[in-house]
């Protein structure tokens, strides 16, 4: 039947009688679109199970429609039934884009990822190791020591 294998976008409930939950799943996966679906049960642990093993942008147990109108739920498809998501956080972050600028706030030190570093970047370098992960705090005091006096050297 047509109503089985196209959107619909309307009020309507097709039944197809199957022999198996996995028939069931097989059939309901074996469609070229995806945005919501629901599964019918009186054992909600099977619903649930049954519901993640569906190819969907949103499944409902014993419900078709209340997704609908939690603002909280992303809402969205997948497969020829869209991309990204609308509503909820996630379809927030589908609509910003993520830029990181770096500002350099002192521009007069030298950079530990430059190259042609000279016997003092290594000691910077050692420094800020021993500064870090030294066992004792003897040993991590000397290297911030170190490190402090090589900054602002030419490196």
Known sequence: MKVMRQETFGP???????????????????????????????????????????????????????????????HGGIKASGIGRSRSRLGLHEMVRVKYVDVDLVPQLPKLWWFKYGAKAKNMMDGFLEFLFAPTVTRRMLGSLKMIVSIGRKL
Do not use: K
């Open 12 to 74: 309507v409930l097709p039944i197809l009688a199957v022999e198996s939950e996995e028939e069931a799943v097989a059939f309901a996966n074996d469609s070229e679109f995806g945005l919501s679906a629901s599964v019918w049960t009186r054992d909600s642990s099977r619903g649930d199970r049954l519901a993640r093993q569906l190819h969907a942008g949103a499944v409902m147990v014993n419900d078709c429609i209340s997704y609908f109108g939690v603002c909280e739920a992303p």
